[in-house]
């Protein structure tokens, strides 16, 4: 992994502790409290999904139902893989809920990345994968910050709890995680150095809680030197991302179809 530089860790660190003072635009992620289903852990086993039959499937209204993809090759070579994990909040009375490490639309809990590659997958169609891990991470804030950063102090490969069967059909693939501590959580890298995506486009996209990808577009394209990552990624805070929809949608049209 490409050793991040001080400033970036500090800067990191700025974004991530105002976030324990209060949130406001661009600040870090808040701490969630109480309880929320385990969304993680409910897809553990999943692999590639088709649109009819994913089960998180998230009602994004006409405008992306309407969206049209212009063959069904076109649609099979697309990829959507993504990291989430939605943290405890108490969703009570909650209907979006912005700013925090969930989206909620029509009581459907979400995590901020989830919400988003399924906005993504009903516009342009194409595979919907969760990169998810052996181990499962906590959803209680401080416990998931912590880990997240012993395994980045670590340089830790996380196992993951599934694979993907035919990687060599896909030609583009949407790549979604959010910023852990100004970089991607671990399991990104078990991820694309699993995967040779030679030949192919990867378009990463990150919810984040004020600082953007970082430096993780280069690192993406260090892991995966022979393909081609695009610069057009999409970067959304957290503080906005439940009423991002129509950007989402607008985004991804433009990046693909
Ligand atoms: C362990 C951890 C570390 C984080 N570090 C940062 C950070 O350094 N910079 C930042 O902008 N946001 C940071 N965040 C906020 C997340 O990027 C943000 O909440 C994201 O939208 C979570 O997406 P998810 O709900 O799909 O997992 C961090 C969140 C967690 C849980």
Redesign the pocket.
Known sequence: MKKKCMAALLA??M??GL?ACGSSENS???GGTAAQQNMAGQESTASQEEPTTQETEVNIGETAADTEVDTQAERESILIAY?????DIDTDGIDADAG???VVKDEQVM?????TANVIWQTVGGDLFRIETVEQYPLE?EA??D???EEQDADARPALAAQIENVGQYDTIFLGY??????M?MPLYTFLEEYDFSGKTIIPF???????F?DTVSSIAELQPNAKVSEDGLSIS?NS?ADAEAEIISWAKGVVL
Request: aromatic fraction near 12%; hydrophobic fraction near 40%.
């Open positions: 990191a660190a974004a991530f976030a870090g992620p808040d990291f989430s994990i939605p943290e925090a490490s969930i995590g901020n990345l989830e919400y804030h998931l910050v880990q997240a950063a959010p910023n852990w501590w100004g970089d959580p990150t919810v984040h809680g004020g600082s953007g970082s957290r991302v």
